[in-house]
């Protein structure tokens, strides 16, 4: 099988899978316990939270350990209008295009009374910084944007996004899950206020993830109980899951130059193969995405039978057609940045790994062209575009 | 439990009766590509026995199994019967859809029915051209 899903999640790396199997085995003990066994295990924690710390350039106390990527993103927007409640501001800025976990909590804001402007994506799936400048204003709260896209993996102008949030005094969260461990990301030199990020989603396991929120910034507890991360997270902390996390983070870390570069390439070629393919685009900026994202639309087909029969062939990969969300809509992202339902729905999300060959890379190219022809074969839209009672949009 | 049936990766992978009949007797189309599905069925009707039907569908897995299926069940069936067939036989014969994909049979239901109106009009009103009403799936209009 090819694993063409890696931003659906990852296969966790075997120094990750073996601190978690370890530390499950051996270090099992209670953080919050005094005797030697449950010591040990705080001292893991803390370790854990110096190693995740240190890959974004952050101090080990800004460090929030969560259950992963939506958690966090909770954390963070729920935190922040806490705070702008208090001032009096209830304005949040976020992008059309953002993850669930985000769109989600800032329309149930909006129904609390807070009021809410989504940035526009544009074709090329980017945000515009001086959008952002206009629309901030006296009671803006929060600005929250994604670092990379998850569907197009767009990778957004976070550096300049963040500097016009720490000029005009705007808290800035960005949700850097598929951005983590596959980019550089520095809360420093980016001028980010709130991260978050999910361990598996860079070779660590499910189930771990963490919020990075600035030194001062009060955070609200989703989670009430006990008195772990500082009390603002309660539940006995998941130890090995987050040791792990750490491993698979410093792995990433060390190797990301030399992975983002092979992956890159990699990524170029089967763009290059798959462009051949007549009425076809790809979705979103060739040049700023992640090296592992393709994403593409194929006019006339629908995304759910050609993954299916993809996975008949051995890759595995994924769509934003509606009929893979359960939803009658397709994906909220490829409709953000233009595309119209019709081809909206054969869409195709390829996210490959850093070991994939460029055999590999053909053999996708191959099996996507030759699917992607047998369903052009009985759809009655394609028919009636290469009779020219339709006009292409691709 | 996997996405589906065996029975609708049966039809998916190898669909029965693809394709066109050029001087068809009834040819029906529903769904839109808005809504990620369309559905077009052409019949070859003789003796008010449908002799031969064919299909073209633009959809999702379940799409193309409901309307493979759904060709079967009337294939060699007098008209009446087939006006007959109803989008829970089609996905009983399929061993079952999920849920939020009785969608997809409920359309070839819908698909065959169009085509044996579009018969019985031009069977109607010898001699005039092929017209085939378009039905519009219930997802129409919502954004």
Redesign the interface.
């Known amino acids: 099988m090819i694993y063409a899903d890696n931003a659906a999640t990852t296969r966790m790396s075997d120094a990750a899978l073996n601190t978690l199997i370890e530390l499950s085995k051996e270090n099992y003990g209670n953080a919050s316990s005094l005797y030697s066994l449950g010591q040990r295990s705080k001292e893991i924690l803390e370790k854990a939270r110096e190693d995740v710390a240190k890959v974004i350039n952050a101090q080990p106390r800004e460090i929030l350990f969560t259950s992963g990527g939506s958690e966090a993103d909770n954390q963070a927007i729920r935190s922040a209008a806490e705070i702008g409640k208090a001032k009096g501001k209830k304005h949040i800025i976020s992008s059309a295009f953002e993850h669930h976990a985000v769109l989600h909590t800032i329309s149930k804001l909006e129904k609390e009374g807070f009021e809410v402007t989504l940035l526009p994506v544009h074709e090329d799936g980017l945000v515009r910084p001086e959008e952002l400048s206009a629309a901030i204003r006296e009671d803006t709260a929060l600005v929250t944007i994604m670092y990379a896209n998850n569907e197009i993996g767009t990778i957004q102008p976070i550096r300049e996004l963040g500097a016009i949030c720490r000029e005009r005094g705007v808290l800035f969260h960005t949700d850097a899950v598929q951005a983590i461990g596959h980019i550089s990301v520095d809360v420093e030199r980016d001028n980010i206020d709130m991260l978050s990020a999910s361990a598996h989603k860079f070779h660590g396991p499910k189930g771990s993830g963490f919020l990075y929120f600035r030194k001062g910034i009060r955070l609200t507890n989703l989670i009430e109980g006990g008195a772990q991360e500082r009390g603002k997270r309660a539940g006995t902390e998941n130890v090995p899951g987050i040791a792990a996390m750490a491993t698979a983070l410093t792995e990433a870390a060390a190797t990301l130059a030399e992975r983002a570069k092979v992956t890159q390439e990699k990524r170029d070629r089967l763009i290059k193969g798959l462009l051949q393919i007549p009425h076809s685009a790809l979705n979103g900026d060739a040049v700023k995405r992640l090296p592992s994202n393709v994403n593409f639309c194929f006019e006339?087909?629908?995304?759910?039978?050609l993954l299916?029969?993809l996975d008949?062939r051995g890759i595995a990969a994924s769509s934003g057609?509606?009929?893979?969300s359960?939803s009658?809509?397709?994906s909220h992202v490829l409709l953000a940045i233009g595309r119209?339902?019709?081809v909206a729905?054969g869409s195709l999300r390829l996210s490959i790994g850093d070991d994939i060959t460029d055999e590999e890379v053909d053999y996708i190219v191959k099996n996507v062209r030759e699917v992607v022809e047998y369903l052009r074969g009985?759809?009655?839209?394609?028919?009636d575009l290469m009779a020219g009672r339709k006009q292409f949009i691709l | 439990m996997a996405l589906y049936s065996d029975k609708v990766?049966d039809h998916?992978?190898n669909?029965r009766n693809?394709?066109?009949i050029e001087d068809a007797d009834g040819v029906g189309?529903v769904g839109n590509?808005?809504?990620?599905?369309?559905?077009?069925m052409y019949l070859k009707i003789d003796n008010d026995i449908i002799t031969d039907v064919k299909?073209?569908?633009?959809?999702?897995?379940?799409?193309?199994a409901s309307s493979s299926m759904a060709t079967e069940l009337i294939k060699g069936k007098p008209v009446s019967e087939a006006m007959a067939l109803t989008n829970k036989a089609v996905a009983e014969a399929l061993d079952g859809l999920p849920d939020?994909?009785m969608h997809c049979s409920v359309l070839a239901e819908e698909a065959i029915r169009n085509a044996l109106e579009d018969y019985e009009r031009k069977k109607g009103a010898e001699g005039s051209p092929q017209v085939y009403t378009h039905v519009e799936c219930e997802?129409e209009g919502?954004?």
């Open positions: 006339g087909i629908e995304g759910e039978s299916l029969l008949d057609s509606a009929c893979t359960g009658l809509d397709p119209v339902h019709d729905h009985f759809s009655p839209i394609w028919r | 990766m998916f992978r669909p693809v394709g066109v189309e590509a808005k809504c990620g599905d369309i559905m077009k299909f073209e569908t633009f959809g999702c897995g379940s799409a193309i939020y994909k997802c919502k954004e």
